[in-house]
């Protein structure tokens, strides 16, 4: 009784976390649990209590029906443990939706199907699951395990695991519609399922279907987003446009940066003022479709394999999405790009007619100029993705006391984008080049006839000083821009073969000495094709090259579950857990053996402890190993060099060793770019990322009290050797001071750019440290009436106490609760408030979610450092079903029902939308649904 009352508490503790349910997960486990033991993540023996030494909050399916979310990730990024990333509104994004547990990382929270891995999904080569192609209309549940677990599941376990349950032995047939808007009805959501099922004697299939569409939602559509916005440090917004502007900047020859502004004035030194408002062509909300397809069947073939209860499984899930995102329109600026020798020739005709002039009235070479080009329109990526995963499984049982299961799975994330709206470099040298007058006074390239068989015939001379309501030349902007799309393709795929034992070796005096233990094969596979303009760096768009590989890995587990005491005068039941894991990589990885020890501990019926210890890893990816390795740019200065403006500095061996070392001319050097060159890309040497995660936790259910229970669980999460990239200019200064780092330096030896760099070598290497330490607190009380139907109150807090990151030779700061431009949004308290009511035929749900305050960054003023708090802020969502018939249920949903504004951040990203994406729900204001479910 103990077991079920327990049980029945901490899944409806996992409530709180999904906000709300209209039934207990626990009801459904308990029914399940007299029949067969159940196996929890975070463990593979399988057990009929549920007791977990480790903090795992449930999702359960009425949950997910009451969610206004389509997909398993919107869902799991409203947790209070939950740090923003990319979603729907993330309009420069795949498309892709990830879970970021704790905000230690996509890429260090392991997503499992079943109990078994995913895909990565996103554009090629990626590095997390995509979880919007987990349609709710197949989750029966949600499991998260919120500790690391390497030691059970391998790689990537180190914030915890995501494990969904799909929907099986379904009997009937369900259809669900819903329509979901903002009150201007300027961005539907439009959404389709349905579930079938059937069970015979020896077996039963599932099979179900989704369609979403999301309808596109501007930018400009939306007060939040209207303008770009920067919080300032005394809390003021001020409008802040991108540099990169439609109204042409241009760096004279004293390096001051000239516009003539958007009034098109006369030529000014560049202020804030002048910025452009790139959000006005860009989508806040991308416009969807998403299909899926799935199927789940079993069946049993009775004594097979020297076995009892053989079962066969198998699953299969298909989803395809098609989406759109654009940015503003393609600014030209060639010395960004790679290019230092497209100037806008002082022989061009638009640059005399109407660009800056030298202090003699002259016109002369521009080299550095940028110039956005609104009169081509916006650019456009389309998204094509799909992702297809099978599985098949073999179970069966010795004499009821030993279990095993054996399973093959694969899957592939495939994903095509295809961008437009970008200019060939080679024919913008052309086109901003000299220019003349043909015999019939017609504007053409070159310096003259003679020089045109250098150009091609087509070539139209651009006015990048163009002003609004003029147009461009016949054949201009086709001869820049072309069939110049770039097409790019990647897939990632999984193939796994797993084989598990579990049973029981004795019986202890406190009770029986559970096992498990198994092999897998894991085979990892990805590519990102880059189109070819990009790999030679033609187009706008950047350059890149392919990235591509693969890896494999062995691996063996074991696990002990030994019950230490039962009954006894100081512990109602005490048990430890043993585990660990053996990894065998076929990269740099090498071999890794990590271990766990947990301890459960109910002290009496109303009081139980839980405490785990455990390392944990994550094995680089393809994109760290394999990607293609290519020129970039990290912002910074070359220490080494002389500014625009002022004499050459002569460099000297006392303080300058590094720079004469590299190659730079003791008599000095000038280079006019405000970044530094790099070469990126992939190492195949690197070592896994390695953790140490320290858990400790107190249950609460006073039996004096039916139906209350409390969880209070602190972590410690100790990273080490995490990927990343050096700063290019640190190293420069390293090189200088110590000599280390000088043979990645690499500078022009001789001629006029002697000196400069070509790049700095800033590829993945495994340089940083982080450590994590919070708190998380749950609270959940049930209790009926007689006169007004039965009430569910839940609560969240997650409280973060450290979220440190340690730079290689640099700095270690602690980003609780601040708002800053390196650590982005990172409040120290999130709450979520919920409570549900039914009666009789109705039901309600009441969300609340909060966001606490951060302090922004300090800048100097008048030698004071300033900070401005960002205060705390909630909205709220609430939803009311009535079950009309057996047969037909309707639900109406509000979310944000208030039309609260979220906070500015210093971060503001697309649409002011970075470091708050979680809550993107109330970026587009109050937002209603409506949904009926036909069941039979």
Partial sequence: ??????????????????????????????????????????????????????????????????????????????????????????????????????????????????????????????????????????????????????????????????????????????????????????????????????????????????????????????????????????????????????????????????????????FHEYTDADGYNDFEQTILQQPTEVYNMSAFANYELGNAFLSENV?????????????????????????????????????????????????????????????????????????????????????????????????????????????????????????????????????????????????????????????????????????????????????????????????????????????????????????????????????????????????????????????LLDNSPIAKSLELNLASRYSNYSTGAGNTTNSKASLFWTINDDISVRSTISQAFRAANIQELFAGQLPSFQGGTDPCKTGPEGPLRPLTQANDSGCLKTGAPASGFRDGLDLIRTNTGGNPNLEPETAVIQTLGLVYTPSQLDGLSFTVDYYDIQLENTISRFNAQRKIELCNETGAFCDDIHRYQSGPLHGVLLGVDVYNENLNASHYRGIDSEAFYKFSTSQYGNFKVSANWHHALKHEISIFDGATTDYVGTDSRNGGFQPENRINFSVNWQYADWSANWFTYYLGEAETDGRKENGQDTKYTIKGWSYSNLNVNYMASEQWQYSLGINNIFNVEPRRVMRRGQGNTNSIGAYSAAFLGTTFYVKATYTF
């Fill in 1 to 266: 009784m103990k077991n079920t009352t327990f049980l029945y508490n901490m899944i409806s503790l996992a409530i709180v976390s999904s906000l709300g349910s209209n039934k207990a997960l626990a009801d459904q486990l308990i029914e399940q649990e007299k029949v067969e033991k159940i196996i929890v993540t975070g463990s593979r023996i399988a057990r009929t209590n549920l007791v977990s030494a480790g903090a795992v909050t449930v999702i359960d399916k009425d949950t997910i029906e009451a969610s206004p979310y389509k997909n398993i990730g919107d869902i799991l990024q409203t947790m209070t443990v939950s740090q923003p990333t990319e979603n729907a509104l993330s309009a420069n994004g795949s498309g892709a939706i990830r879970f970021n547990l704790r905000g230690i990382g996509t890429n260090r929270t392991l997503v499992l199907l079943n109990n078994k891995r995913l895909p990565y999904g996103g554009k090629g080569a990626d590095s997390s699951v995509d979880l919007g192609a987990i349609p709710t209309s197949i989750v029966e549940r949600v499991e998260v395990l919120m500790d690391g677990a390497s030691a059970i599941y391998g790689s990537d376990a180190i914030a915890g695991v995501v494990n969904i349950i799909t929907k099986k032995n379904y009997e009937g047939f369900e259809v669900t519609a819903s329509y979901a808007n903002n009150t201007d009805l300027d961005g539907a959501k439009k959404h389709i399922e349905f579930v079938s099922g059937f069970s015979a004697d020896k077996g039963s299939v599932t099979f179900s279907a989704s369609y979403s569409e999301d309808d596109v939602i501007y930018s400009a559509d939306i007060p939040f987003s209207e303008v770009p916005t920067n919080l300032q440090n005394d809390g003021s917004l001020t409008y802040r446009g991108s540099r990169w502007i439609p109204w042409t900047a241009v760096t004279d020859p004293n390096g001051v940066r000239l516009t003539q502004g958007p009034n098109y004035g006369d």
């Fill in 311 to 563: 079962v066969f499984d198998f699953e299969a899930l298909y989803t395809h999405r098609n989406n759109d995102s654009n940015s503003s329109a393609q600014p030209l600026i060639p010395w960004i790009g790679g290019y230092d020798d497209i100037p806008i020739s002082k022989d061009n005709y638009y640059n005399q007619q109407f660009g800056p002039k030298d202090a003699n009235g002259n016109s002369y070479d521009i080299f550095k100029w940028s110039k956005r080009m609104n009169e081509f329109g916006s650019r456009q990526s389309r998204f094509d993705a799909s992702q297809f995963n099978i599985a098949l499984g073999l179970s069966g049982d010795f004499d009821d006391v030993w279990s095993w299961q054996a399973a093959y799975t694969f899957g592939r994330n495939d994903n095509q984008e295809t961008r437009e709206g970008v200019f060939n470099w080679a024919r913008v040298r052309e086109a901003v080049g000299p220019t003349h007058f043909d015999e019939a006074g017609v504007l053409r390239c070159g310096s003259g006839p003679d020089a045109i068989k250098f150009i091609q015939s087509t070539c139209v001379p651009l006015n990048v000083f163009i002003k609004p309501g003029e147009t461009q030349a016949d054949g201009a902007m086709e001869y820049v821009s072309g069939d110049w799309s770039n097409v790019s393709y990647g897939y990632s795929s999984i193939k796994t073969a797993t084989f598990d034992l579990t049973g029981t070796v004795m019986t202890l005096p406190a009770g029986d000495l559970g096992i498990a233990s198994g092999v897998s094969y894991m085979e990892l596979k990805g590519l990102k094709q880059t189109d070819s303009n990009a790999v030679h760096a033609m187009t706008t768009d950047g350059n890149g090259r392919p990235t591509g590989g693969g890896y494999n890995v062995s691996e063996a587990y074991i696990e002990l579950n030994i019950p």
